[in-house]
């Protein structure tokens, strides 16, 4: 059962690649690897969490003030991770910077404590909420290892090519958007290959 | 550095240089999604502006006399979201009985603003140490820049619906069609925005 659920959240449902949520931390995020892996298991850990207290107080809340709930419960945990990351790992803190506090209104949570959680037992919500942030998660370090090698010639700050100088843009602004735009495209040649649309 | 000069690095900086689409990524979702139109584009950057103000003066005013005072400055993430999801909600309602008019043009999108992570972006980046002068904004700065901040995002906005109405007529590669040609368009435009990068007449203190 859980490989089928791995599957879902990683590849037939991908938060980033194929619901398209959350973009501006996966695309802020991504210039290295580090900084996308830390962005993605911060946002695992308080998509698992939120998702088992709001499933645990689903039948509780009123229906009418329920988004409201869901932002509390979310920013709850956020502010325990930027607590956590401020106290154990403050080099990854500043790089990321905004980007950890803004996890509150990534659409992937709140979207996942509206469709999922809120209608589900704890432990569903709980395994929904580990692959859907593993999902994130892949996706994210995806994007990351493509910038960082192609931006800075590195992979996890060890140098990639030697004698090769890098395409700086990659880990700017634009790259991040041309990065996604390629990496969409290719799985939509996949996906139409697979159904046997020509493209 | 002289007051005047401060505020014109300030508004040049949030709608140029650090313009929030194209070079933060903070509000990417109300970007791609409400830029099909110049109509509605219209509309929503024009909401968002208006948020944007209210919401940096009242977390910087909330900022200053209560999370400070009472140092518990760690509950700001939480404070300052519901804070915008209020004010949005006031906001809404306010105009709904005092401007029936602007209430019809901008109403549909006001809801959709809590959730732009834009919003909590300027709140957040004004009470945070800012590069102009090593110190956090002054208020009037604060609500400078979220206006600015705003301006840079309808900018963005109304460029990319811009060309993105020109691109329903063209023909695209079925597999870039959609989402992929939207991102590389976006990509060459936040190309064009980093050339200015050259526009800071006055450098940061100490950078």
Same mark, same amino acid.
């Given at each position: 059962m859980f490989k089928e659920e791995l599957k879902r959240g990683i590849i037939t449902e991908n938060p980033i690649l194929v619901l398209v949520l959350g973009l501006c931390p996966s695309l802020a995020t991504s210039t290295s690897v580090q900084n996308g892996l830390g962005m993605g298991l911060a946002v695992t850990f308080v998509l698992a969490c939120s998702n088992v207290i709001i499933s645990l107080i689903r039948k509780v809340i009123p229906d009418k003030v329920r988004?409201?709930?869901?932002?509390?419960v979310i920013a709850t945990f956020v502010t325990i991770v930027q607590l956590i990351m401020k106290a154990y790992l403050p080099d990854l803190d500043k790089q990321l910077g905004i980007y950890v506090p803004l996890i509150v209104?990534?659409?992937? $949570?709140?979207?996942?404590?509206?469709?999922?959680?809120?209608?589900?037992?704890?432990?569903?919500?709980?395994?929904?909420?580990?692959v859907m942030g593993l999902g994130f998660t892949t996706s994210l370090c995806l994007l990351s290892i493509i910038r960082e090698i192609l931006g800075s010639n590195k992979l996890l700050g060890l140098n990639f090519f030697p004698g090769y100088s890098p395409m700086t843009v990659f880990i700017l602004a634009p790259g991040g958007f041309f990065t996604i735009a390629t990496v969409m495209a290719v799985i939509r040649y996949i996906g139409n290959r697979k159904k046997g649309v020509k493209a | 550095?002289?007051?005047?000069?401060?505020?014109? @690095?300030?508004?040049?900086?949030?709608?140029?240089?650090?313009?929030?689409?194209?070079?933060?990524?903070?509000?990417?979702?109300p970007f791609f999604g409400v830029s099909k139109k110049l109509s509605s584009a219209t509309g929503m950057g024009l909401a968002v502006i208006f948020?944007?103000? $209210?919401?940096?003066?009242?977390?910087?005013?909330?900022?200053k006399f209560v999370l400070i005072q009472f140092d518990v400055t760690y509950l700001q993430t939480i404070v300052f979201i519901l804070v915008i999801a209020a004010l949005v909600q006031l906001v809404e309602m306010a105009l709904q009985k005092y401007s029936p008019s602007l209430y019809e043009a901008l109403g549909i999108y006001l809801p959709l603003i809590t959730t732009n992570c834009a919003v909590l972006g300027v709140?957040?980046?004004?009470?945070?140490?800012?590069?102009? @002068?090593g110190k956090p904004y002054s208020f009037f700065e604060s609500l400078l820049n979220?206006?600015?901040?705003?301006?840079g995002f309808m900018l963005a906005l109304l460029l990319m619906a811009g060309l993105r109405e020109k691109l329903e007529l063209s023909d695209i590669p079925k597999t870039l069609e959609g989402l992929p040609i939207s991102f590389i368009t976006a990509g060459l435009m936040a190309l064009a925005f980093l050339g200015f990068a050259g526009l800071n007449f006055f450098p940061p203190i100490g950078g």
């Open positions: 988004i409201p709930c869901f932002i509390v209104v990534n659409c992937i $949570i709140l979207g996942r404590a509206e469709a999922f959680a809120s209608k589900n037992n704890i432990f569903k919500s709980f395994l929904d909420g580990v | 550095m002289n007051n005047f000069a401060s505020l014109i @690095s300030i508004s040049i900086g949030a709608v140029f240089i650090n313009n929030f689409i194209l070079s933060k990524f903070l509000g990417l979702c948020v944007m103000a $209210i919401a940096s003066s009242f977390t910087w005013i909330i900022n709140a957040l980046i004004n009470t945070g140490v800012n590069t102009f @002068s979220g206006v600015m901040s705003g301006v």
